[in-house]
């Protein structure tokens, strides 16, 4: 397997699930829970968006088949969708709409599990996270280049789930002007990366070298 493919696959999902960016948002969605609760909660939403992302990996490909659309096209099309996710974590929107999304989760009824909605759904397995793995999985067709992405996957929702047991004494550390710098390097490798996935649609069109 190709290295250069395994790094892209992990900083493509690593900048796109955003574990660092999305930490502090589980400590606001579990405020006040016991540790076990929270390492629960923590592994139900890991577990939940892998199995929803294998989906995607596995079959994203053929259901675009069946309803006419090519790869190349997605390509374009979740390249320009990962380049709006860019421009959302630079300028702070992305940020923004998760507190409000974690914000109305927590005044609606406090005894909630957050673990399926919105922590698996839309934080971690969002709109960008099951773009990046059915392209990523396009550009390796075959079981082994699945396993690959699925594995890669796994490794980050791992860090997600890791950062998760550890999101208060991250936080601690970090602070608020730590996340946001964070965040912003995320968005320009996001951006580099978004822009790349638009040529490589446009070079399976024979409209780019």
């Not at 016991?34 to 939940?48: S, V, Y």
């Not at 320009?80 to 709409?97: P, Q, S």
């Amino acid at each position: 397997m190709d290295t250069g493919f395994l790094i892209t696959a992990f900083v493509t999902l690593v900048v796109i699930i955003d574990p660092v960016g999305m930490t502090p948002l589980f400590v606001a969605l579990t405020q006040g829970m016991t540790g076990a609760r929270r390492r629960a909660i923590a592994l139900r939403a890991c577990i939940t968006s892998a199995l929803i992302l294998i989906v995607f990996a596995a079959f994203g490909e053929a259901v675009l088949g069946f309803i006419g659309i090519s790869m190349p096209a997605f390509r374009i099309a979740g390249g320009i969708l990962l380049f709006l996710t860019a421009l959302d974590m630079l300028f702070e929107r992305r940020t923004k709409r998760r507190e409000g999304t974690a914000q109305a989760e927590e005044e609606d009824d406090d005894s909630d599990d957050p673990s399926v909605f919105p922590l698996a759904i839309p934080l971690i397995a969002g709109p960008g996270a099951i773009a990046s793995v059915i392209l990523l999985a396009g550009q390796r067709p075959g079981l082994e280049g699945l396993a690959w992405v699925i594995g890669v996957m796994l490794s980050v929702l791992g860090i997600v789930f890791v950062l998760f047991l550890t999101a208060g004494l991250l936080e601690r550390a970090l602070g608020r002007t730590g996340i946001i710098v964070v965040t912003r390097l995320l968005g320009m490798l996001l951006a580099a990366l978004a822009v790349q996935f638009v040529l490589d649609g446009l070079r399976g069109f024979g409209l780019a070298l």
